[in-house]
Each structure stands twice: as structure tokens, then as C-alpha cells.
């Protein structure tokens, strides 16, 4: 099933949890400490999470401030829309949306970081439905990563959040790596 089935099938949970992983693997962009996300995960687990999702955002985004890299602004900007578009609401049409954002956000996130990508033409909504040729290693890998987390939702529910978790945690040490190298790289 393509990445942009799987946010069609997503249940609230799924696309909250989505959009979260998508954003929680480009924090090294933000300047933001590893943990910033936690709550919003803790939350998730929680029965009645979607009364505090509001609430977690607004200490999240407080606490985010307008951080980024030097040398990424383009990247920075993309994972900044993603944190501030976070709906407070829980509601499916917003949360689908903003999940769907975060997607597309993350993959051209990892395109722009991509050593010896063309700037032009990045293909994400392609990627997204399936056609998968010629995919640069860094995008590949963000594209799997994201179906799994959704799959994992829809397979496990609630039970499937720490492996999404774990799975976000991973490819934020990815993109972190990615940003050190490009950044000594520039120096």
C-alpha cells in the first residue's frame, strides 16, 4: 500500500502519530533538544489524549522557540511550518491534512539534504503514491520509515506507539548525522 494510502486509512491516533514522527526525526533542523516531543508521545499513549494535545503542543512550541540551523534555512523553514501547523484539535479533517503536510515536509526535507541531490524537481508526491525508481538512499529511507510508522498504528493501535517512537528516534540520528557532515562540510 502506497504512503498516501495508508494517511488515507489512518484513524485519529495513526495520523497524530505520523505527523509527530515525521517532525520528531527533523528536530536536529530545529535546534531542539531530543526530548522536546516526549510529551506529545507520553500523550498519545493516554486514554483521553485528545482533551491535551492542545494544551502539549503550546508548551512544545514554547519551548521550541524559532530555532534553527545556519546553514539549512530552506530545511529549517520546513520542519519550523511543521511544528507551528500542528492543529490543536484533534478533529480527523485537520489532522489528516497536517499529517499529509508532514509527509510531504519530511521527504523534501531529506531531498534538500541529500549530497549531490538536483534542487529542482524533488518527485515527493510521486514517492508518496508508489513509484519508487531511481530514489535517492536518504529519501528511501524517510519513505520507509514513515509507512512503518503507519503501519505499525494500524496494526498494533496504541501498542504500536513505542516502536514508532523507536523508529523516529533512529532516522532523527540519521538526519542528525546528515547535518553534522553537511555543516563541516561548509566550515
Known amino acids: ?13 495513526g495520523l497524530a502519530a ?15 533538544d ?19 494535545w492542545g494544551e502539549l503542543w ?9 530555532a534553527g540551523t545556519g546553514g539549512d534555512e530552506e530545511a529549517a523553514l520546513l520542519a519550523r511550518r511543521m511544528l507551528a501547523a500542528a492543529p490543536a484539535d484533534l478533529a480527523a479533517a485537520e489532522i489528516r491534512v497536517w499529517a499529509d503536510a508532514c509527509s510531504v515536509a519530511a521527504l523534501r526535507i531529506h531531498r534538500l539534504l541529500e549530497v549531490g541531490a538536483p534542487a529542482a524537481d524533488d518527485g515527493v508526491e510521486a514517492r508518496r503514491e508508489g513509484r519508487t525508481e531511481g530514489m535517492s538512499p536518504l529519501v528511501s529511507a524517510e519513505l520507509r520509515r514513515q509507512t512503518l510508522v503507519l503501519e505499525l498504528l494500524a496494526e498494533h493501535g496504541v501498542g504500536g506507539l513505542r516502536r514508532a517512537r523507536e ?11 546528515v547535518v553534522s557532515r553537511r555543516a563541516r562540510g561548509r566550515g
Do not use: F, H, N
Not at 515525521?22 to 533542523?29: A, F, G, S
Not at 523516529?168 to 548525522?177: F, K, M, P, Y
Open 18 to 32: 505520523s505527523g509527530l514522527a515525521c517532525l520528531d526525526r527533523c528536530l536536529p533542523l530545529l535546534g531542539g
Open 1 to 13: 500500500m502506497s504512503l498516501v494510502e495508508l494517511i488515507g486509512q489512518a484513524d485519529e491516533r
Open 167 to 177: 523508529v523516529s528516534t533512529e532516522g532523527r540520528r540519521v538526519l542528525r548525522a
Open 58 to 66: 503550546e508548551q512544545v512550541r514554547s519551548k521550541a522557540g524559532d
Open 34 to 52: 531530543d526530548e522536546l516531543l516526549r510529551p506529545l508521545w507520553a500523550g498519545l499513549a493516554e486514554d483521553g489524549y485528545a482533551d491535551r
